[in-house]
């Protein structure tokens, strides 16, 4: 294809779009309003389903099958820099060496490490109940691994991160999510129907498949983001061209 007709093609594209977005804009209701009907209707359908975090309930129920494509697209990042990153033929790893830290910085890591754990542990935990859940808990709870890092060094977070643990259960939650779907086709509805029983409002068990969405979410985004830094550290402090010193 040409450059003009790759031009003509992304501008007739544009164009298209640019209508689009702004057809739906002039749609809403007024900035500042007291009409909310998307709102209102999130937040009816996340109290009937007993879900007490309604962002929760927007991302894993009333939108669920949205959702599991965002999730396919880190778990198809993680994937796709494991390949681009693996060793080429001119490349051979090296050990990493030892690396000095100040002391107030193995303290300031040390101190927070096992209270980010905690954090992202909670975050996952209640992510039908209250502000967080499985994306940003993972976050959480991945961050707090690499605290190692920065309170020691590379070598320690080797040692305390179970990258082929990870990596496997990076993929298994990942396929867990798009398993659950399944129980709703089981049972007559549709696919990632909230199905499940619904439970006590306010409760950890409540929710129906909110909770256990929640929780495979928050597997697969520490796991992801672990094993998708790993790749990249490794890049930065082992990894050197055959013939290179570092």
């Known amino acids: 294809m040409s450059r003009t007709a790759r031009l003509r093609l992304f501008l007739t594209a544009a164009t298209v779009l640019a209508a689009a977005l702004i057809t739906a804009a002039t749609e ?22 007993q879900t007490a975090n309604i962002v929760s309930s927007v991302n894993f129920d009333q939108r669920a099958f949205d959702t599991l494509g965002e999730e396919s697209i880190l778990f198809g990042s ?6 681009l990153l693996r060793l080429a033929r001119d490349e051979h790893k090296r050990r990493a060496a030892a690396e000095p830290v100040l002391p107030t910085t193995r303290l300031f890591g040390a101190t927070l490490l096992p ?20 994306f940003q808990g993972g976050v959480a709870l991945a961050t707090a691994l690499h605290l ?38 089981a049972q007559g509805a549709g696919y990632l129907a909230n199905t499940l029983p619904l439970g006590t409002f306010n409760q950890l068990s409540s929710s129906g498949l909110v909770a256990v969405i929640n929780a495979a979410v928050g597997v697969e985004v520490a796991s992801g983001v672990v094993v998708l830094l790993a790749h990249f550290l490794d ?8 013939g290179e010193r570092r």
């Open 235 to 242: 890049q930065a402090v082992e990894i050197v061209h055959r």
């Open 28 to 49: 809403l209701p007024g900035f500042g309003g007291s009409h909310h009907p998307y709102g209102e209707r999130a937040v009816a359908a996340g109290l009937a389903r």
């Open 115 to 134: 209270v980010t754990l905690l954090v992202g542990g909670y975050l996952v935990a209640h992510g039908q109940l209250s502000p967080g859940g499985g």
């Open 78 to 83: 993680v994937l796709g820099a494991g390949m």
């Open 148 to 185: 190692a890092y920065v309170a020691a060094d590379y070598l320690v977070l080797k040692r305390i991160r179970p990258l082929a643990v990870l990596d496997v259960a990076d993929a298994i939650a990942a396929g867990t999510y798009a398993a659950l779907g399944l129980i709703g086709l």
